[in-house]
C-alpha cells in the first residue's frame, strides 16, 4: 500500500523562527510523499490587532466575522502560506501552496448557529465565516502527489458559491487525511506543536498521555484535563482513525518521526 505522512503544524510553531526551521528540516527529511497543513491563528490576532480588530474565540475556535476574514485570507493564504513554500523550495522540496479553493479540494458550507457551553451557559453561537467542511479531494491531492509535487495547504475553504470561509486547521488536516486513505493511501497523520503530546498536567511538559481513545476523550473532556483548543484537534484526530486513517500522532514539532507523543486511536 502507498504511504503518505500528513504533518499539521499549529500557529505557535509558525511564530517561533526556531521551532518552525527545525520542523521544516525535519519535514524535508521524511522519505515518500507528504503534505504539510498548516495554521497560523497567532499571527493572524497580532496582525488584527495592529488593524484594531479585535479577535474572539469560543471553544477553541475563532469567531470570524467580514473583516476578520479579510485578516485570515492574506495571512493564512497569503503571508504564511507563501513563507513556508519558499522555505520549502531553498531546501530542494517542490512545494505549491493551496487553499481549499484552489483546485477545488476542500469545499464547506458556513456554519450554522451553534448551540455551546460559554461560561457555564448553552448559548448559540454565530462563528460567523467559518467553514465546515463538506469534502475534500483526495484524488486531486493524489494527482499533484504523483508528480513529486508537495502540498502546503492553508485553513481556508470555499462554498462554491465564490465565497471564502476560515477552517479549522486541524480540520483542514483530518478531512485531507481521510481523503487520503479513501484514494489507498496509509495514512499517518502527525499533529505537531509546542508540547511534547496531549498533557495531563500542563505544568509538566514530561506528563504526556501516551494514548487517548473516545472513552478516554470523554473523561478527560469531563474532568477538565483537556479544554480549549485541544478539544478540537481530539476531535478530529478521533474522526480521522474512525475513517481509515491509519496512525494519528499528536507531538511535539521537533518529535514528527512517528515515536513520540501522544497515539490517538480507536
Do not use: W
Not at 499539521?8 to 517561533?16: F, H, M, R, S
Not at 469545499?107 to 457551553?117: F, G, Y
Not at 493524489?142 to 470555499?158: D, R
Amino acid at each position: 500500500m502507498k504511504k503518505i505522512t500528513i504533518i499539521k503544524v499549529g500557529g505557535a510553531v509558525v511564530e517561533d523562527a526556531a521551532q518552525l526551521d527545525a520542523l521544516l528540516d525535519n519535514f524535508c527529511k521524511i522519505e515518500g510523499p507528504k503534505i504539510l497543513v498548516h495554521g497560523g491563528g497567532r499571527r493572524a490576532t497580532k496582525v488584527a490587532a495592529s488593524l484594531g480588530i479585535e479577535s474572539v474565540m469560543v471553544g477553541g475556535r475563532r469567531v470570524t466575522d467580514a473583516k476578520m476574514l479579510e485578516v485570515v485570507t492574506m495571512v493564512y493564504g497569503g503571508l504564511v502560506n507563501k513563507n513556508l513554500v519558499a522555505k520549502l523550495q531553498a531546501n530542494k522540496v517542490n512545494a505549491i501552496g493551496l487553499t481549499g479553493a484552489d483546485m477545488d479540494v476542500i469545499r464547506s458550507h458556513k456554519r450554522p448557529l451553534k448551540k455551546m457551553e460559554v461560561d457555564g451557559e448553552e448559548k448559540m453561537v454565530d462563528f460567523g465565516f467559518v467553514g465546515d467542511v463538506d469534502r475534500a479531494d483526495g484524488k486531486a491531492l493524489a494527482n499533484l502527489i504523483q508528480q513529486g509535487v508537495v502540498p502546503v495547504i492553508a485553513p481556508l475553504t470555499h462554498d462554491g458559491e465564490g465565497n471564502i470561509l476560515n477552517t479549522n486547521a486541524d480540520t483542514m488536516a483530518s478531512e485531507t487525511a481521510k481523503a487520503l486513505a479513501a484514494e489507498g493511501y496509509d495514512t499517518t497523520l502527525i499533529y505537531s506543536f509546542e508540547k511534547k503530546g496531549v498533557l495531563s498536567n500542563p505544568d509538566d511538559d514530561d506528563s504526556v498521555i501516551p494514548t487517548i481513545n473516545h472513552a478516554d476523550f470523554e473523561r478527560y473532556k469531563a474532568d477538565g484535563t483537556i479544554s480549549g483548543g485541544m478539544l478540537p484537534k481530539i476531535e478530529n484526530a478521533l474522526a480521522a482513525v474512525d475513517a481509515g486513517v491509519s496512525r494519528v500522532i499528536i507531538t511535539l514539532a521537533t518529535a514528527i518521526d512517528g515515536n513520540h507523543g501522544t497515539i490517538i486511536s480507536k
